[in-house]
């Protein structure tokens, strides 16, 4: 992997590479949104793409036919409606047969529930239609077991619709002249999804009145309703635990989600999650259940939420257990597993989890689970750790060899890296950060200015580095002027104004210290130089022997009413040969 190369995604246009992480996110949501615009265009105007010219065909790349076959009010047409997720059509042919005195079968009655729960009573969009994973009756191979990669990518992203206070779906669930579990099931998951758990869980008291018995889907549902449903710790653990009762007395075998809905219920009972959460983990393992990525997120996210970090023993079995796998999604909070352990990591300031986190990551195809977004936080996180523990040696080669291909360093990476660097005493390397940070889009960002030029004048190097800074001081002095109207120039403080004269200063820059609105830039502003601003000037005056500028300066801190203007008049009597007139 060429370390200097940008993501992969953004290879078919260079012109498009991005220089930050805000370029980064816009050009690859650019390229989703060119992609489903695309499929939009498709969907809605099949008749513009009748041609087939690609040969062999290939039917799934072609657009698919949305367009009703069936005419009249029937059944049958109901039921094609419903397939192409038509969901004011399929209510309002519902309405008319029911009107109609026409019966309408209890399966077709359940599909159209299914569809309603599914898209809160509203129009599908494209994005919805893609995340469509947990409302469908399930099967052996489930879409709960399966999570499809989309839904997996865009789970935590997307939104969905409250639940309306006497929706179509519980008009015509209180309709319907007969019930089966699966009306009812499909009517709780629905709460659940759209926020309703009370309702969800009224619903469930019903399925018992009448019953029925719920599956593994509405189960797991419930589970994941329990922290809105009670507010104590130990009554959340109660309420979980009945519904674990209930499903052995129904006979429902939990899957994968099951604990991982009631882990993530654990997250959210305090300690009474750390004291129970790992005898869940004995009853997956007593059923030959394989922990998914998100199982080892809640289990961490319960034990490591205190402010005092407990010891790193339960992360590092974690990571015994995640170094031998490579994981395919599970569970819509698969994704989250890296970026939050390497945020832990942080906390505890554990280099070498750190290290054993990224090589975990890399193994197989751990590494899909990072979109662009994650893995620009994960890399992130783990750099600044970097920059804390490590020799700097390290934290260079880390740098080099995922900049930009891995990730794009954000302002906090720049100062950790800056801090790394002058705790290594290597400031010597501050100009070719400086090419960085205009490379990234950060040389207007006022407090890293302030930073850079603080650091790079705080002490003296050699002559060569001395000219370097100047350099990068003459950059930033021309941030702060006017370069035409589109942007504006920003505004001096008195610190940045002191460090680049300063820094001009060493370099021998005299005439660039004082005019080009330096020295003289103090009046304007209103901001008082210090006595090493002044001093550092006046030296320079010396080595370059500028009388005018040593007797300007000694004008300006009289002018100012400097405690130092004596200080500085008496050097510059003693160190300068002055003219009667200059005297």
């Not at 499929?39 to 099949?46: G, L, R």
């Not at 790079?456 to 350099?471: L, T």
């Amino acid at each position: 992997q060429d370390p200097t190369a940008a993501h992969y995604m953004f290879q078919d246009d260079p012109f498009l590479m991005p220089r930050n992480s805000a370029n980064s996110r816009l050009y690859s949501l650019s390229k989703e949104s060119g992609k489903n615009a695309a499929k939009y265009i498709i969907k809605n105007f099949p008749q513009y793409f009748d041609k087939t010219f690609a040969e062999p065909n290939v039917p799934c790349l072609m657009p698919e036919n949305l367009t009703p076959q069936t005419e009249g009010v029937s059944e049958e047409a109901l039921k094609e409606r419903i397939c192409l997720r038509r969901v004011k059509e399929s209510v309002d042919m519902f309405d008319q047969l029911v009107q109609g005195g026409t019966s309408v079968s209890l399966e077709t009655t359940n599909s159209l529930l299914d569809l309603l729960c599914f898209y809160g009573d509203e129009e599908p969009t494209s994005e919805k239609e893609e995340e469509k994973e947990d409302l469908e009756e399930p099967g052996v191979n489930s879409s709960e077991q399966k999570a499809p990669q989309t839904q997996f990518r865009r789970a935590s992203q997307s939104s969905v619709p409250r639940w309306r206070e006497n929706n179509h779906a519980e008009r015509i669930f209180k309709i319907m002249p007969e019930r089966n579990a699966h009306s009812y099931c499909t009517m709780i998951r629905g709460m659940v999804k759209h926020g309703a758990a009370s309702k969800a869980y009224d619903m469930y008291i019903d399925l018992l009145n009448d019953r029925h018995k719920a599956d593994v889907h509405t189960f797991n549902a419930l589970i994941r309703a329990v922290p809105y449903l009670k507010e104590k710790f130990v009554e959340r653990w109660e309420l979980a635990k009945e519904f674990l009762t209930h499903m052995a007395q129904q006979e429902v075998q939990p899957n994968l989600l099951t604990f991982n809905a009631l882990l993530k219920t654990l997250r959210r009972c305090g300690g009474v999650g750390r004291n129970m959460s790992l005898l869940v983990m004995k009853e997956m393992e007593a059923l030959g259940i394989e922990p998914s990525l998100a199982t080892y997120d809640h289990l961490l996210s319960i034990f490591y939420r205190v402010v005092d970090l407990p010891p790193s023993g339960i992360f590092s079995e974690v990571l015994d257990d995640v170094e031998k796998r490579s994981f395919t999604p599970q569970d819509p909070d698969d994704a989250n597993f890296f970026p939050g352990a390497m945020q832990l990591c942080c906390d505890l300031r554990d280099i070498s989890l750190a290290y054993r986190l990224n090589k975990a990551m890399e193994r197989g195809d751990n590494w899909k689970f990072l979109d662009m977004d994650r893995l620009n936080g994960y890399w992130s996180k783990f750099f600044s750790l970097l920059c804390m523990m490590e020799q700097i040696e390290v934290v260079l080669k880390w740098y080099k060899e995922t900049w930009p291909s891995l990730f794009y360093p954000s302002l906090k990476n720049i100062f950790d890296l800056l801090q790394a660097l002058d705790a290594a005493n290597q400031l010597e390397l501050i100009p070719s950060v400086w090419e960085d940070v205009k490379q990234l889009g950060f040389n207007r960002r006022q407090e890293l200015l302030e930073e850079l030029l603080s650091l790079m004048s705080r002490d003296q190097h050699p002559d060569e580095i001395q000219v370097a800074f100047a350099k990068c001081a003459e950059e930033i002095k021309a941030v702060h002027e006017p370069a035409g109207r589109e942007q504006v120039p920003l505004g001096w403080t008195g610190s940045a104004l002191g460090n680049v004269v300063i820094l001009f200063s060493r370099a021998g820059r005299t005439q660039d210290a004082w005019y080009v609105n330096m020295m003289e830039h103090f009046q304007q502003i209103n901001r008082i130089p210090t006595d090493k601003v002044m001093d550092e000037f006046l030296t320079c005056a010396k080595q370059t022997n500028c009388p005018d500028e040593a007797i300007k300066l000694v004008k300006l801190a009289a002018s100012l009413g400097l405690p130092s203007s004596q200080r500085l008049k008496s050097r510059t009597e003693e160190e300068f040969k002055l003219s009667e007139t200059q005297k």
